[in-house]
């Protein structure tokens, strides 16, 4: 009979070893998924995994990488945060979508104008929006006591009606002949976030995410909060006699993931979107959970993990349109990582024993 | 704007109707909160039932068999989740969490062949004379089996958890899971049995929504519902009879905007003023009753805003708007909202109701 006996302390080589593990695991059980499906379960897999970096078409398929990262990486780094203290908050979707409602706003506001300073306002204005959408939570949670989850999820549902109605109603394009959506911050240079180096997909959410990586580092291991965030994580108890504020840190958790969602919503809908639309928001919220803790929330893991979860969003456009492989078999292949990575990281936590049973 | 013609008997009626997935969805999560466990996965085991229970209906023509199908998906993917979180010790959250995102992915790949396809249509219980009986044949007597049902498990689950000796045992594995332990009780096969039930339950919600409310497959179809049975079983105090209550409840703010929607209802700009007004003197009275020395800034506050709230009664008097059909769907997930703030504060009553050892991981050290 084997028996599981807790670890004094987490293994770190276990720890750095296990999302290695997952990933391989999910790569077999999604095979087996694909040829289920009736596809030739290697040749997907190549498609997903392989092509997009080293195929014919990586050229195309390497800037794509960055696009798609970038968001990811810049909202999971503000999840993390939270995550590491146990605070929730999983509407990161709807941040994203009132960041970029709100900075697409201001940037149309001014429209035609031209000035430098209009896109530095757009960035503030995306963050600001993302920051008051998770305060919606953040204040009910530190004021009634609220659930922070269950709250935050909600006000996904309540920012996609809020979307719809924008792209319907207020920030409809006047010259777009009645379809929804918004003019396109592509075609209005002062508010447009291009891409810097042609061919890279570096735009500025890609820097703002690296940015973002190396200052929530600093954060984390240098700085006071830092330890505060990591040591109510641990330890509720202990951080409340440490002198820890819980209210002061679920306020600052949530008003930094909201921003950072916020500003990924802004590069996005200026940047590869242009535009603010009915289905602008496409998932990044939810996925880059599964980044989070697939990073094991720590800063350069997200960054890695926020690659490689880019890659399957990649691969899996070009599985679709190759292999008619449906695109919500990628969904499933990112669910199926992350119960992979949560089933796996029993080995950093516990020891297996073998033990002969013994009689009760 | 003519809301005369609206029915209230047959408005009563739907919401049944609307609020029986989130009924079973939420008398599930009860369950399994009662054992001492968080699904957060609600909404990923209702999605999966909606399409196990809507692929099963189509291809059999039985939408008795769906439903067993859908309860079978459900507890399926609930088990997923139980072996991870009783055997491997994850994290209830986080495979909560992971469990919604695999089955809206799963669920979609399922549904990909039943896109347009039509299930067999589910028939009223025949109760003879009694449906005729006017308004009360309409809300009683006039309902598919599944409304039926979901109002007899609220009984079962209620005289389960109140009488049985099972429902003790599963009480006492929530409310402490080391006593439970010391005196004998498998913790964890417990805990499996209950997630299996929310599974089951959040699974015929889901085929309900598939084969009555909507009917229809649609990718997502679910949009929120399992959020919002998690929120319920807060609302109710983990008490299933307010379970009930707080369905329907929902049930008939969903109706209602559907109806406003379809009334193409005006809404009169002057109540944001009244609204503006009626905040200010509640807060005024709330600091004059409170017993303390009202703070300067706070009355000013109160001031300006019942100054606006008549300023901007009279500005717009008599301006009627149209509803926008965008802020009318927001309204059942900001009720949602405003109801579970309404629980949870009041020096935590929900906290002191709720198991004690919800969320906790449980493990035999020896």
């Not at chain 1, 014919?56 to 798609?68: D, I, P, S, T």
């Not at chain 1, 802004?266 to 979107?273: D, K």
């Not at chain 2, 703070?295 to 926008?324: E, M, N, Q």
């Amino acid at each position: 009979m084997i028996r599981l006996d807790k670890r004094p302390q987490p293994s770190r080589l276990w720890a750095a070893v296990t999302p290695l593990v997952a990933v391989v695991l999910t790569m077999l059980a999604g095979g087996a998924l694909f040829a289920f499906l009736g596809k030739n379960p290697v040749e997907a897999i190549r498609t997903i995994f392989w092509d997009p970096v080293f195929g014919e078409f990586a050229w195309y398929y390497r800037g794509q990488l960055l696009v798609k990262a970038g968001p990811l990486i810049l909202i999971a780094i503000g999840l993390s945060l939270g995550f590491r203290a146990g605070i929730w908050n999983i509407g990161a979707e709807g941040q994203y979508i009132v960041g970029a409602i709100c900075g697409a706003g201001v940037g149309l506001a001014f429209y035609p104008a031209e000035g430098w300073y209009i896109f530095p306002l757009m960035v503030i204005a995306g963050a600001l929006g993302g920051f008051v959408w998770a305060m919606i939570p953040a204040i009910l949670k530190t004021r009634f006591n609220t659930n922070e989850i269950l709250v935050s999820l909600l006000l996904v549902y309540v920012a996609e009606q809020l979307l719809a109605s924008m792209s319907l109603g207020l920030l409809r394009n006047p010259e777009g002949a009645g379809f929804p959506g918004s003019r396109n911050l592509k075609q209005y240079e002062a508010a447009s976030n291009p891409e810097l180096f042609a061919g890279t997909g570096m735009h500025w959410g890609v820097v703002a995410a690296f940015l973002a990586v190396i200052l929530a580092y600093v954060l984390l291991n240098r700085h006071m909060l830092g330890f505060q965030i990591r040591l109510t994580g641990q330890s509720p108890r202990a951080a409340r006699f440490a002198g820890v504020r819980p209210n002061l840190l679920i306020v600052v958790c949530l008003g930094a993931s909201g921003a950072l969602a916020g500003l990924a919503g802004l590069f996005e809908v200026s940047g590869p979107a242009g535009q603010i639309s009915i289905d602008f928001n496409s998932g990044y919220g939810f996925t880059a959970i599964i980044v989070a803790f697939l990073g094991r929330l720590h800063p350069v893991g997200i960054l890695l993990a926020g690659l490689l979860l880019a890659l399957t969003f990649i691969g899996g456009e070009a599985a679709q349109a190759n292999m008619q492989l449906p695109a919500s078999a990628i969904q499933a292949f990112q669910g199926m990582l992350l119960f992979f990575l949560l089933a796996v990281d029993v080995l950093a936590n516990y020891r297996f024993r073998l033990k002969k049973r013994e009689a009760a | 704007m003519d809301l005369s013609a609206i029915n209230p008997a047959v408005l009563i009626a739907s919401l049944m109707v609307a609020a029986t997935p989130i009924l079973l969805a939420a008398l599930g999560e009860l369950v399994v909160e009662k054992s001492g466990v968080l699904n957060l996965g609600v909404e990923g085991m209702m999605i999966t039932g909606a399409v196990c229970g809507y692929a099963v209906a189509v291809s059999t023509g039985s939408p008795a068999l769906g439903f067993v199908g859908a309860a079978l998906g459900g507890a399926l993917m609930s088990m997923v989740f139980g072996i991870l979180t009783q055997y491997f010790m994850s994290n209830q959250v986080a495979t909560g969490l992971a469990l919604t995102l695999f089955g809206l992915g799963l669920s979609a790949l399922i549904g990909q062949g039943y896109l347009q396809l039509r299930p067999p249509p589910v028939g009223e219980v025949n109760f003879g004379p009694l449906a005729d009986i006017p308004a009360l044949g309409t809300i009683f007597f006039q309902h598919d089996a599944m409304v039926y049902l979901s109002l007899a498990l609220v009984g079962a689950v209620w005289a389960f958890l109140k009488f049985s000796r099972w429902g003790l045992i599963l009480r006492a594995v929530g409310e402490s899971h080391d006593a439970a332990h010391a005196l004998g009780y498998k913790v964890i096969h417990v805990r499996l049995m209950a997630i299996a039930f929310g599974g089951a339950c959040a699974g015929l919600g889901g085929a309900y929504l598939s084969l009555i409310r909507v009917p229809q497959w649609t990718e997502g179809m679910t949009a929120g519902a399992g959020w919002i049975a998690l929120a319920i079983v807060v609302f109710a105090s983990w008490k299933p009879v307010w379970i009930l209550v707080g369905a329907y409840l929902f049930g008939g703010i969903t109706v209602l905007q559907l109806n406003l929607q379809a009334a193409g209802a005006m809404f009169p700009l002057a109540a944001i003023g009244w609204i503006l007004v009626g905040l200010g003197l509640i807060d005024a009275l709330v600091q004059h009753f409170s017993g303390k020395n009202p703070s300067i800034l706070r009355i000013v506050f109160d001031i300006c805003l019942v100054a606006l709230g008549i300023f901007g009664t009279w500005w717009v008097h008599g301006t009627l708007v149209p509803f926008k059909i965008e802020y009318l769907s927001m309204s059942p997930y900001l009720i949602t909202i405003l109801v579970l703030v309404i629980m949870s504060s009041g020096r935590g009553r929900a906290a002191l109701s709720a198991p004690a050892a919800l969320g906790k991981p449980f493990h035999a050290s020896s």
